[in-house]
């Protein structure tokens, strides 16, 4: 497990949150989104803001997108 990665992308989330502090602390990430997060991943990886930001602007597509890999 990386916790470096997005669980959902692969790219750097760039969380820093282990330090004095990370942008995702102050970042509003929808439930719905965080419930899309595979079990191994909640709590312990942080979701990138490229794909809190995709969420945000068309959920229904980015959902299409994660079970399209799921499967």
């Known amino acids: 497990m990386n916790s470096n ?4 992308c692969a790219s ?4 820093a ?5 990370c ?3 102050s970042k509003r990430i929808p439930r719905a989104l965080i419930s ?6 909640k709590n312990r990886e942080c ?7 995709r969420y945000q602007h068309d ?6 997108g994660v ?3 799921a499967q």
């Open 59 to 64: 959920a229904s597509a980015f959902k299409e």
């Open 5 to 8: 990665s997005c669980p959902f």
């Open 67 to 69: 079970n399209g890999k």
């Open 36 to 41: 899309l997060l595979p079990a191994h991943a």
């Open 23 to 25: 942008w995702c602390q």
């Open 47 to 53: 979701i990138c803001s490229a794909c809190i930001e």
């Open 12 to 15: 750097q989330n760039h969380c």
């Open 17 to 21: 949150v282990d330090s004095k502090g």
